[in-house]
């Protein structure tokens, strides 16, 4: 099994492991004058990330910046580690991360509470990252590749209010995170149909700032999507325009759905019903694997629209 791939303009896709699903998360390195690194996963990644470096003949040295979009344990658990073993690295991370990423003690907790027994294998080490190495992100920021090339900096809330996308100024290309939602490479690989349903997983979905999102992203006439869950697409304007379609769905009929039915299973079961559904309509196969990754993402999908309908009912 390969645990990278070049896709364009020295971009190479590297394969994070999110638990024990495979072609789930994915992790980026940009090569050149500068190696950057974008999305870290949790800690249990980074030996493949290692792997694919000295595969790559690219020392842990040699790793100028590493970048992650929002600090959810899945896009930047590890970077800790990591960072430990880059030593030279600079950790790029949203202002309101940075607190987070050098005193990780919430996080932990945090996801203790959530995955209790399987913490340790999911994301066992979380380590602090020193103030020193860290510079924070903000809007309109920009980091200079070497030979010309640059990542420019956008702030992209809606799933996280500490969330941040980097434009490509080479490939034309977004380094999306989360924001432009969950891009389905099996589906895209088996059937040619680029298929992205937005991510509304807790705990900060808020279809306002998702929608001013994908408006942001279509005007930078982006060529390509880098997403970390998961894979690269080409038909970046198209694909984004029609998975923002789907906010209205997530944010008006699944919560007036949930108001009548209060439950995480007929939540989960609805919107895959609908997902399902809409994928057989537009004749788009889909086998078990998708079915089952397309519930995984539905469940997290329900508990954000969950955590979104109560904040609606304390204001």
């Known amino acids: 099994m390969s645990f990278y791939k070049l896709l364009r303009n020295n971009i190479f896709q590297l394969a994070l492991v999110p ?6 998360a994915a992790g980026y390195l940009i090569r050149g004058p500068k190696n950057i690194l974008i999305e870290t996963g949790a800690s249990p ?34 970077a800790g580690l ?27 907790d945090g996801a203790k509470q959530v995955y209790q027994d399987d913490f340790d294998r999911l994301f066992d080490p979380i380590l602090p990252i020193p ?29 996280a209010r500490h969330h941040i996308i980097a434009f490509d100024s080479e490939s034309r290309g977004i380094f999306s995170g989360d924001i432009a ?6 589906i895209h690989d ?9 991510n509304t997983a807790p705990t900060q979905f808020d ?6 999102s994908y408006d942001l992203m279509m005007s930078l006439q982006p060529q390509c999507i880098f997403y970390t869950h998961f894979g690269m697409v080409n038909q970046a304007v198209d694909v984004l325009k029609a ?8 944010s008006e009929t699944c919560v007036a759905y949930y108001q009548k039915n209060p439950s995480l299973d007929k939540l989960t079961a609805f919107i895959q019903k609908k997902t399902v559904a809409y994928l057989e309509n537009e004749n788009i196969p889909v086998d078990a694997v998708d079915i089952k990754n397309l519930e995984f993402d539905n469940r997290l999908n329900a508990q954000g629209i969950i955590a979104y309908e109560q904040r609606l009912q304390k204001k």
């Open 181 to 186: 939602g969950v891009f389905h490479d099996r």
């Open 131 to 159: 103030e020193e190495r860290i510079q924070t992100i903000s809007d309109g920021d920009t980091l200079d590749l070497g030979g010309g090339r640059q990542l420019q900096f956008y702030e992209a809330f809606g799933h």
């Open 45 to 78: 990644s980074n030996s493949t990330i290692l792997s694919t470096l000295k595969t790559l003949e690219i020392s842990p040295e040699a790793i100028d910046a590493i970048i992650v979009t929002h600090i959810h344990l899945d896009h930047a658990g590890g």
């Open 19 to 24: 638990g024990n699903l495979q072609n789930r």
């Open 207 to 212: 279809p306002e700032e998702m929608n001013a």
């Open 82 to 108: 990591l960072m430990q073993q880059c030593p030279r690295a600079t950790l790029l991370v949203h202002p309101r991360g940075r607190k987070h990423l050098s005193d990780p003690a919430k996080l932990i």
């Open 190 to 198: 088996r059937t040619g149909q680029p298929i992205s349903f937005p």
């Open 243 to 250: 998975a923002k379609v789907w906010i209205p769905f997530f």
